[in-house]
């Protein structure tokens, strides 16, 4: 089945970095579009960034510039870069895939931005 395992997540004070990973297993990763999301408290989920099967990428406005999405299809693995990070970053990140006709997620990892 269908497994994508977060980590990376955690404390960074603002103007930090952080790398965060999504590992995923249960389908053939290099043909699928991965997205990362992510979701403040109290409000909806939202997309920050996706890479196609080709590599194509394409991020938020509220990212573009402090962020890059990039895969390794040899690990299973996308990866989320995030530099100077501002306090408004602060939420639960997701990775995600949309396989056949359901879409699947992990089980977030935290990333908070605070001095």
């Known amino acids: 089945q269908v497994q994508l395992v977060e980590s990376g997540g955690g404390l960074v004070q603002p103007g930090g970095s952080l790398r965060l990973s999504c590992a995923a297993s249960?389908?053939?990763?290099?043909?699928?579009?991965m997205t990362w999301y992510r979701q403040a408290s109290g409000k909806e989920r939202e997309l920050v960034a996706t890479?196609?099967?080709?590599?194509?990428?394409n991020y938020a406005d509220s990212v573009k510039g402090r962020v890059t999405i990039s895969r390794d299809n040899a690990k299973n693995t996308v990866y989320l870069q995030m530099n100077s990070l501002k306090p408004e970053d602060t939420a639960v990140y997701y990775c995600?895939?949309?396989?056949?006709?359901?879409?699947?997620w992990g089980q977030g990892t935290q990333v908070t931005v605070s001095s």
């Open positions: 890479i196609s099967s080709t590599a194509s990428t």
């Open positions: 995600s895939v949309f396989y056949f006709t359901k879409r699947f």
């Open positions: 249960g389908f053939t990763f290099s043909l699928y579009a």
